[in-house]
């Protein structure tokens, strides 16, 4: 517990910062929904007006601006998912990577504690951030929908949204978080995780707008929480499943590798 | 039962030497020296007992505890100084402390204030904002908040100023008299000569010797480098003590350990330019130890 709270104090500041912006951007987005369905036939129109390969990156293919729960999987949700997944791999990958380029290593495993319970309350605190993250985010975005939008939304899939786009974000943590076992050097996790994320994006846009890519779908955690898809279909189980299995194994290879590490500083 | 026991203890980082085969024997109540150059294994050493590193043969315990498989345990009763300290800068001398007690299920609160008082630290002030020496004191009190039964320094002194390191020796003494064990190392010749009761030497990542202090002491070199003020005149030194006589422009290097009193007279009956007397390295030390060794 000790580890935790500690964690936890040490990171808020860079929680806050996050969390405020994604929450304020994901707002002022939704702020701006009046304006565009109130133009509704002509946005429409723009819309139809863009190339099919691009339509369907932008899930345009399926969902509609007009509609808002259509403007904001098209046009927020991508923001939250990858600005949330950029946030959750860095704070994961620099909990473990930060105690050795800090040489705060050899104080902390000095301490009466197994490297599984350091392990334990790093993990601990990203999955709390990530958590807190998300519920201020979308109960945020929820209420600026009630706000903005007069009349019903399909509000189960809104929360379906929600819930597969926090367990990405988890993932991403988790994948980070192992990472940073075996690359501790400040500079390459920080890009090394950042990387990986826009890699990640790259690959569902590539799986959208190509039936011989499609296969990547099963690959990239973006895809498992892509908009177009939960909001038109629903929950894949298929997609929770592979979420499943890869964080299990990411979670206990971190385990096993951390506790038979050598520290070299 | 040793305090700390290690049996062909060996690792390899890869292909790189680390330690090889070392065996060493802690009695409880000493000050035991571990002394070698930069890279020998004493960092080593002791990341091994720390449980940081995995040995890659042999094994290693510490109150008969074996430090792979307890060393939740064995930390306990172990204070640990590393050589170079990275203690959380942001945080607060007070909080960082609070954060080290919060490992020890017992009230060390008491103790830490009494440490933090006799080192003359200020407990609001911000850890990265502290002076070399003052960080040191950080670590000091890290380590000794628990009441170790053990205490592990690495190369603790380097960076501390004369009067700090008195103060520090002071404490340790004192800790060291209610019974804690400590395993001191450094490459700083003179610190182990004051302070330890036996000496274990490293070298190349294996034990030379352990000896008590009073068998190095007798090796007691100097490093003697001499100027002429007449360039053209030859010195030569008659005296017991004298090795590794050497000659560069003008300059007399030697190490002596013979009587400094008749080495002073003999360099007095030349123009004297300019003369040290110094602590030499440890390797210089070393190697006359050994050659000395041989020839017996």
């Given at each position: 517990?000790?580890?935790?709270?500690?964690?936890?104090?040490?990171?808020?500041?860079?929680?806050?910062?996050?969390?405020?912006?994604?929450?304020?951007?994901?707002?002022?987005?939704?702020?701006?929904?009046?304006?565009?369905?109130?133009?509704?036939?002509?946005?429409?129109?723009?819309?139809?007006?863009?190339?099919?390969?691009?339509?369907?990156?932008?899930?345009?293919?399926?969902?509609?601006?007009?509609?808002?729960?259509?403007?904001?999987?098209?046009e927020v949700h991508i923001m939250i998912i990858l600005f949330g997944s950029m946030f959750a791999i860095l704070l994961s990958s620099g909990l473990l990577s930060r105690e050795e380029n800090e040489k705060t290593v050899e104080f902390l495993l000095a301490r009466p504690v197994t490297r599984y319970r350091v392990v334990t309350g790093k993990l601990g605190t990203y999955v709390t951030y990530v958590l807190l993250f998300?519920?201020?985010?979308?109960?945020?975005?929820?209420?600026?929908?009630?706000?903005?939008?007069?009349?019903?939304?399909?509000?189960?899939?809104?929360?379906?949204?929600?819930?597969?786009?926090?367990?990405?974000?988890?993932?991403?943590?988790?994948?980070?978080?192992?990472?940073?076992?075996?690359?501790?050097?400040n500079r390459t996790v920080y890009s090394g995780a950042l990387g990986f994320v826009l890699v990640m994006y790259a690959l569902q846009v590539a799986a959208d707008v190509s039936e011989r890519l499609r296969f990547l779908k099963y690959v990239t955690p973006m895809k498992w929480a892509s908009a177009a898809d939960i909001l038109t279909a629903g929950i894949p189980g298929v997609y929770l499943v592979i979420m499943l299995v890869v964080n299990a194994a990411a979670l206990a290879a971190t385990y096993y590798a951390y506790a038979r590490k050598d520290i070299l500083l | 039962m040793y305090v700390v026991e290690t049996e062909n203890l060996t690792k390899y980082y890869g292909r790189s030497r680390g330690i090889v085969d070392l065996n060493l024997q802690l009695r409880e109540g000493e000050v035991f020296g571990f002394i070698g150059p930069n890279g020998a294994g004493k960092t080593t050493t002791i990341r091994l007992l720390l449980n940081f590193i995995f040995p890659t043969r042999g094994r290693a315990r510490i109150f008969g505890?074996?430090?792979?498989?307890?060393?939740?345990?064995?930390?306990?009763?172990?204070?640990?100084?590393?050589?170079?300290?990275?203690?959380?800068?942001?945080?607060?001398?007070?909080?960082?402390?609070?954060?080290?007690?919060?490992?020890y299920g017992r009230g060390c609160r008491q103790r830490t204030r009494d440490l933090v008082e006799a080192l003359d630290l200020n407990p609001d002030a911000r850890i990265e904002d502290l002076s070399l020496g003052n960080k040191k004191k950080v670590g000091i009190v890290q380590a000794l908040l628990h009441s170790p039964r053990l205490l592990i320094l690495d190369e603790p002194t380097s960076g501390?100023?004369?009067?700090?390191?008195?103060?520090?020796?002071?404490?340790?003494?004192?800790?060291n008299r209610r019974g804690v064990t400590i395993f001191f190392s450094s490459h700083v010749l003179s610190d182990v000569q004051k302070f330890c009761h036996r000496v274990g030497i490293i070298k190349e990542g294996r034990l030379l010797r352990v000896d008590q202090i009073e068998a190095l002491r007798g090796q007691e070199f100097k490093r003697v480098t001499v100027t002429l003020r007449d360039p053209s005149e030859e010195l030569s030194v008659p005296l017991q003590g004298v090795r590794d006589f050497v000659r560069e422009n003008g300059t007399y290097r030697f190490l002596f350990n013979g009587d400094v009193d008749a080495l002073i007279k003999e360099l007095a009956r030349h123009g004297v330019a300019n003369l040290y007397l110094e602590e030499p390295a440890l390797e210089e030390v070393f190697m006359h130890y050994y050659e000395k060794e041989g020839e017996r």
């Amino acid at each position: 517990m000790n580890i935790l709270r500690h964690d936890l104090a040490r990171n808020r500041r860079t929680f806050l910062v996050w969390t405020a912006s994604i929450a304020i951007l994901s707002v002022g987005l939704l702020s701006m929904y009046s304006s565009v369905a109130g133009s509704a036939t002509g946005i429409e129109q723009y819309a139809e007006a863009f190339p099919e390969t691009l339509r369907r990156a932008f899930g345009l293919d399926r969902l509609r601006l007009s509609d808002i729960l259509g403007y904001f999987g098209t046009e927020v949700h991508i923001m939250i998912i990858l600005f949330g997944s950029m946030f959750a791999i860095l704070l994961s990958s620099g909990l473990l990577s930060r105690e050795e380029n800090e040489k705060t290593v050899e104080f902390l495993l000095a301490r009466p504690v197994t490297r599984y319970r350091v392990v334990t309350g790093k993990l601990g605190t990203y999955v709390t951030y990530v958590l807190l993250f998300s519920v201020v985010v979308w109960v945020a975005s929820y209420a600026t929908i009630l706000i903005v939008h007069e009349g019903d939304f399909d509000r189960r899939g809104f929360w379906n949204l929600a819930l597969m786009t926090t367990l990405v974000l988890l993932t991403f943590a988790n994948l980070g978080f192992l990472g940073s076992v075996f690359v501790t050097r400040n500079r390459t996790v920080y890009s090394g995780a950042l990387g990986f994320v826009l890699v990640m994006y790259a690959l569902q846009v590539a799986a959208d707008v190509s039936e011989r890519l499609r296969f990547l779908k099963y690959v990239t955690p973006m895809k498992w929480a892509s908009a177009a898809d939960i909001l038109t279909a629903g929950i894949p189980g298929v997609y929770l499943v592979i979420m499943l299995v890869v964080n299990a194994a990411a979670l206990a290879a971190t385990y096993y590798a951390y506790a038979r590490k050598d520290i070299l500083l | 039962m040793y305090v700390v026991e290690t049996e062909n203890l060996t690792k390899y980082y890869g292909r790189s030497r680390g330690i090889v085969d070392l065996n060493l024997q802690l009695r409880e109540g000493e000050v035991f020296g571990f002394i070698g150059p930069n890279g020998a294994g004493k960092t080593t050493t002791i990341r091994l007992l720390l449980n940081f590193i995995f040995p890659t043969r042999g094994r290693a315990r510490i109150f008969g505890m074996d430090c792979v498989e307890e060393s939740r345990e064995i930390k306990r009763q172990v204070g640990y100084l590393p050589g170079e300290a990275g203690y959380y800068g942001d945080m607060r001398v007070k909080d960082f402390l609070r954060y080290a007690e919060s490992f020890y299920g017992r009230g060390c609160r008491q103790r830490t204030r009494d440490l933090v008082e006799a080192l003359d630290l200020n407990p609001d002030a911000r850890i990265e904002d502290l002076s070399l020496g003052n960080k040191k004191k950080v670590g000091i009190v890290q380590a000794l908040l628990h009441s170790p039964r053990l205490l592990i320094l690495d190369e603790p002194t380097s960076g501390l100023d004369p009067l700090i390191q008195k103060r520090f020796f002071d404490l340790l003494t004192e800790e060291n008299r209610r019974g804690v064990t400590i395993f001191f190392s450094s490459h700083v010749l003179s610190d182990v000569q004051k302070f330890c009761h036996r000496v274990g030497i490293i070298k190349e990542g294996r034990l030379l010797r352990v000896d008590q202090i009073e068998a190095l002491r007798g090796q007691e070199f100097k490093r003697v480098t001499v100027t002429l003020r007449d360039p053209s005149e030859e010195l030569s030194v008659p005296l017991q003590g004298v090795r590794d006589f050497v000659r560069e422009n003008g300059t007399y290097r030697f190490l002596f350990n013979g009587d400094v009193d008749a080495l002073i007279k003999e360099l007095a009956r030349h123009g004297v330019a300019n003369l040290y007397l110094e602590e030499p390295a440890l390797e210089e030390v070393f190697m006359h130890y050994y050659e000395k060794e041989g020839e017996r």
